[in-house]
């Protein structure tokens, strides 16, 4: 049989037609290939095997390429003129489709079979009388079912990969009969049971993989001694037992046993005489202890990927002998920084480390510098403190940087002193770092990310962010950043998403560019910003200077009058300070409870005078503070509202209205209220708030300020969570009297207290709805005239062409929530860029690939969740997809489409019971 040639096959147009005539098909499997001044033979010479390929053409029943009529070519012919004999067939990636008939087990002659990457179906055929057979590939097709005794007869087999299947059903024990193997793949099946014990008969075998199958079982102990091993991979199975000291793999490259439930711990030895070791990958399974130091015995490592085990104690320096090592990966363990951090001087291209469960204390080492190769620098999510070296500017080749959520202090000019030109992504958030940002980071210029949201930076934003072309995303939020914002950002035309708020920016907003589509620019919490597109709803440029001016010239008139009367009005203001100090105490709404009346020196003793460091949080129009009021004992959230704000007074009063009113389990619980005048005779007004010791759900899901995270959350705690919320938005819009609009509904305003049982807070922007008609479902459909506000990524699309708030909004904002809790992603995270938000990339994944993108500690709670996925039965699986189904119809682009809340409350209570039932089984 002539082997097959695919560079001498012509291809016909692409077109779907049946194989035809018969002398046409014994062209194309028996002449086909190239054999240079052959001819071709005598086909009557073998009618067994012109039978058997008449059988195998009318299994076919796709034919898009026209094999089965183009005339062969003069180049074309059999190589040999005895047919079938000692040769191959080789028909890969031809998109031939229908199933592989039985009947090429009558071509005895056949050594090479090559049916790979092609659409063949049905059950796997008998191929038991090849026993000339040393290669047979049939991987990446839809093939299904196989019988034991299917190949054990085709003892010269050598090569075997039939992976990218649906074969199902145990490994047979008898293929350990085929002692020739050098190659078996079996990858990618939905084979069960357990791996025999006869694969350690397999002496010959180079290449072993069988991985994402259901298989089960420990690995046998025969597969440990297979000493001409270079690839084990196994990963993706359920398989248990662990990895025994006895190994006898010398010349191993690559072991693969990610995604198990193997452990304890690792033997001591797995680094000693492997001198050919390129890549161990061990992630997601259940081992603990510490790291053997033998690993940095292993010098031709490239890749060392432990993450998401249970490993405990300190790194071993060993690693730094590592000089091969290109990818490093130990999150989401308990390890703890080496007191001798020079181990790093080993690590070439990729750092990762960004799991909240690891303890890396102390300052980023100077070492860091020597890795001048290094293109990857991921140390997020640690508790790590100290200034930024300047060796860390040495690292010129770097693409990118991510130290977010740590203790970081100090300025960042070792980063954006220029040296680092070919950097694309920099993430800095949630740390301390202080000072300007560099003008020199302008120089930058591959730069698509930049985030350095939540420190204390201050200045102005450098004039140098204009040369920043290829920005995309920009988020320099929650710091202390003034003056006016550039115009030359206009010019930047790939950036989509800008967030400016919460800093001391002034002067007019510009109007081109990314300032059209004001749902991509936030910019709340500047109140002296004016100007700019009507949605960003500020006041008019003009209006706010003659208004300055007119006070400038009062304050011109007043002086020279009045100004012998200084002193005496001086004393005036503090002597009436003083006096209101000391009489109104309080200002006290109607909260349906008794509580003690405090003063602002309460408030002031309470939080040790306002301190940063009893500061927890900034929103909209103030600050929160935790505190402790000594009269009554008792740990308090305070709400400071920033009354030079616009807006803030009447965001005080809009939320005692709404407070004063609703009473409900998962609301967040108010005390009092607090309205006087402060000790510089100023108006002072506050809320004071149960304080919640859980803090609030975006720190649960994400790292919080200055670094502080926390252990994630359970599947159980997320439902009970969505429940909590959604029962406290049916109350607000359904019964509590008049609908309110919660208008901001995202995790920063979702509470948790000592149970984690969660409350609704934030209500400065909520609305009371406008009397009218019900819809026919009974849902406010009804809305409020208030000017929508809220935060990007939560906001209901249709908010963009309407001013009126609406209980669909809500549902909306739920939605993004719900879906947040799941893949651990905010709506605004740099992965969504472009045309893909959250809701669409969620819903492209659903169903078939929800288990990729679910939050991390969502699958370290869930091992084996890929499996899990095959089987309905599965709770959790199960849980996960009904609480993305709620999620999705919430979100859905017309707001009448959507679930009222009621209906949400019902669906999540049932999933609720639902999975709570059965994990208890």
Request: charged share 15%; glycine share 8%; net charge neutral.
């Amino acid at each position: 049989m002539a082997v097959v040639n695919r560079r001498d096959m012509c291809y016909g147009q692409e077109q779907h037609v049946k194989l035809a005539v018969f002398m046409q098909l014994i062209l194309l499997l028996v002449c086909y290939g190239v054999g240079n001044g052959v001819h071709c033979s005598t086909l009557q010479e073998n009618s067994a095997d012109l039978q058997s390929l008449l059988d195998f053409k009318m299994g076919i029943i796709e034919d898009p390429y026209s094999l089965g009529t183009a005339a062969p070519t003069s180049a074309g012919g059999v190589v040999s003129s005895a047919p079938l004999d000692g040769h191959g067939l080789n028909l890969t990636d031809k998109s031939l489709a229908g199933k592989v008939s039985s009947s090429l087990a009558n071509l005895t002659s056949l050594s090479f079979l090559d049916l790979s990457s092609n659409h063949f179906f049905g059950q796997f055929p008998l191929l038991n009388h090849l026993q000339q057979l040393e290669t047979l590939y049939m991987n990446s097709n839809s093939l299904d079912g196989i019988t034991p005794d299917t190949l054990t007869n085709c003892s010269k087999l050598r090569n075997i990969d039939l992976s990218g299947n649906q074969l199902r059903g145990t490994i047979p024990p008898k293929i350990g009969s085929l002692t020739n193997l050098e190659f078996l793949d079996l990858g990618n099946n939905q084979f069960t049971g357990i791996i025999p014990a006869t694969v350690g008969n397999l002496t010959q075998l180079q290449f072993l993989r069988f991985r994402d199958n259901q298989l089960e079982g420990n690995i046998p102990d025969g597969v440990w001694k297979l000493s001409n091993l270079t690839s084990l991979v196994l990963g993706q199975n359920r398989l248990s037992g662990g990895i025994p000291q006895a190994l006898n793999l010398p010349i191993l490259l690559l072991l693969g046993l990610e995604e198990n439930m193997l452990g304890p711990v690792l033997p001591p030895n797995i680094g000693y005489a492997r001198p050919s070791l390129k890549r161990i990958s061990l992630f997601s399974n259940k081992f603990e202890g510490h790291i053997p130091t033998s690993i940095g015995n292993a010098l031709g490592l490239q890749i060392l990927d432990f993450s998401k085990n249970n490993f405990t104690g300190q790194i071993p320096t060993s690693i730094g002998r590592l000089s091969q090592l290109s990818k490093l990966n130990l999150e989401m363990n308990q390890l703890e920084a080496s007191e001798d951090q020079g181990f790093t001087v080993g690590w070439k291209q990729t750092i990762r480390d960004s799991s909240p469960s690891n303890a890396f204390v102390g300052p980023i080492p100077p070492s860091i510098g020597n890795l001048t190769r290094l293109i990857e620098l991921f140390l997020d999510n640690n508790k790590l403190d100290g200034s930024i070296p300047p060796s860390l500017g040495y690292l010129t080749q770097l693409l990118v940087v991510d130290l977010s959520c740590n203790n970081l202090q100090g300025s960042i000019h070792h980063i954006g002193d220029g040296n680092l030109k070919q950097l694309v992504k920099l993430h800095l958030s949630s740390n301390k770092f202080s000072g300007g940002i560099p003008d020199a980071l302008g120089q930058s210029q591959n730069l698509v990310i930049i985030q350095l949201d939540q420190n204390i930076l201050t200045g102005d934003i450098p004039l140098s962010s204009g040369n920043l072309k290829a920005l995309n995303i920009l988020d320099l939020s929650h710091n202390y950043l003034s003056g006016t914002i550039l115009s030359a950002l206009n010019d930047l035309q790939l950036l989509s998403k800008l967030d400016l708020s919460y800093n001391q920016l002034q002067g007019e907003i510009p109007r081109n560019g990314i300032f059209e589509n004001t749902t991509a620019v936030s910019l709340d919490g500047n109140w002296r910003l004016c100007g700019g597109a009507v949605d960003f709803h500020m006041p008019l440029c003009s209006a706010a200077s003659r208004k300055i001016e007119r006070k400038c010239d009062l304050v011109r008139l007043l002086i020279p009058i009045f100004g012998f009367m200084s002193l005496t009005m001086l004393i005036y203001v503090i002597t009436l300070g003083k006096r209101k100090s000391r009489k109104a105490y309080l200002f006290l709404f109607s909260f349906g409870k008794q509580f003690p009346k405090v003063s602002h020196s309460d408030l002031v003793r309470a939080t040790g005078n306002f301190s940063n460091s009893n500061l927890i949080g900034r929103g909209s129009y103030g600050s929160v503070y935790k505190g402790k009021l000594t009269m009554a004992k008792i740990d308090v959230a305070i709400k400071v509202f920033n009354l030079e704000m616009r807006r803030a007074d009447r965001s005080f009063v809009s939320e005692c209205e709404v407070l004063r009113t609703i009473r409900h389990r998962n609301l967040l619980p108010i005390l009092t209220a607090c309205s006087t005048i402060d000790y510089r005779g100023k108006d002072f007004r506050a809320l004071i708030y149960e304080l919640m010791h859980n803090s609030n759900l975006d720190r649960w899901l994400h790292c919080g300020h200055a670094g502080v995270v926390h252990k994630g959350l359970s599947m159980d705690q997320r439902v009970s969570i969505a429940v909590n919320i959604a029962d406290a938005l049916v109350y607000l819009h359904h019964d509590c009297g008049r609908p309110i609009v919660h208008c901001d509904v995202k995790p920063m305003n979702i509470l948790l207290d000592e149970d984690m049982s969660a409350h609704l807070g934030d209500f400065g922007i909520a609305s009371l709805v406008l009397d009218s008609p019900l819809t026919s479902d009974g849902n406010s459909g009804r809305n409020s005239s208030i000017v929508v506000k809220g935060t990007i990524g939560y906001i209901a699309p249709e908010y963009a062409q309407s001013v009126h708030a609406s209980t669909y909004g809500d549902v909306y904002s739920f939605g993004v929530v719900l879906m947040e809790m799941l893949i651990g992603k905010r709506p605004t995270d740099s992965m969504f860029e472009n045309e893909l938000s959250i809701t669409n990339f969620v819903e492209k994944n659903f169903p078939d690939n929800i288990s990729h993108i679910i939050d991390a500690y969502l699958q370290e709670e869930c091992k084996g969740f890929i499996h899990a996925t095959r089987r309905t039965g599965n709770a959790t699986y199960k849980c996960l997809v009904s609480l993305t189904q709620v999620a999705l119809s919430c979100t859905r682009p017309i707001p009448t489409e959507r679930m009222n809340m009621r209906e949400i409350a019902v669906r999540l209570h049932a999933i609720r019971t639902s999975y709570v039932e059965a994990i208890k089984k």
